[in-house]
């Protein structure tokens, strides 16, 4: 069965090129362009779609305007934000959105492809450049831990839960996932901090990132 993409840009020429360009990706099936983000909606409650490809800036809804409005109500629709803005800042706004995966405008079709293969079989995608932004030390909006400069050594069980946290679920969706309890959960996340030298999920997520755990 072929992934159905829906493609939301509100410059024509960008949304046709793209189209033009998805459309020979093998095993991808364009169910739909549009170039207004308050219809997006309304097309999702008649046609079924798994991924939304959406540019960041638009008139009425921003991608992150329009990911808050969508992901209540299709929480298991793949969003893939297509942008040319690399700021740190705006990359973090969008993944707490809820968005799966962020790629730039500049990118290549091979990796567009492997973007939308990635965020359909349910793991976030980050560009090369995304990655290089969220890790720059000299962006003084991020925690100031210093990652590990090896993998840490964990157990299988933590590395799991590593790459959980990382894709944003929540302590009660990990031990539903994982067949345990919450407060097991819990005692791993305290073991995780303390391995790796961080404070947060942030810092579990940017050492997941930069070891490519996601």
Do not use: C, W
Not at 3 to 17: A, E, G, T
Not at 78 to 95: G, P, W, Y
Not at 133 to 158: C, H, I, K, M, W
Not at 174 to 196: M, P, Q
């Amino acid at each position: 069965m072929p992934v159905r993409v829906l493609i939301v840009d509100d410059h024509q020429i960008i949304l046709d090129s793209l189209s033009l360009l998805i459309s020979t990706i093998p095993q991808v099936e364009i169910v739909g362009k549009l170039n207004e983000s308050r219809s997006v909606a309304d097309f999702l409650e008649v046609y079924p779609v798994d991924i939304l490809i959406t540019d960041f800036t638009m008139p009425y809804l921003t991608g992150i305007d329009l990911t808050l409005q969508l992901r209540p109500l299709y929480p298991k629709l793949k969003i893939l934000m297509l942008t040319v803005s690399e700021d740190a800042e705006t990359i973090r706004q969008a993944f707490q959105a809820g968005i799966t995966g962020y790629v730039m405008k500049k990118a290549s079709r091979a990796e567009l492809e492997t973007a939308l293969m990635t965020v359909a079989s349910g793991t976030k995608y980050f560009s090369e450049a995304v990655m290089k932004e969220l890790l720059n030390p000299n962006d003084g909006s991020l925690s100031t831990e210093v990652l590990p400069s090896e993998p840490v050594a964990v157990t299988s069980r933590e590395l799991e839960i590593i790459k959980l946290i990382a894709q944003e679920f929540s302590t009660s969706e990990i031990a539903e996932k994982l067949f345990i309890s919450f407060g097991t959960v819990e005692t791993h996340r305290h073991n995780i901090l303390r391995k790796l030298n961080v404070k947060n999920s942030i810092g579990i997520t940017k050492y997941a990132i930069r070891y490519k755990l996601i």
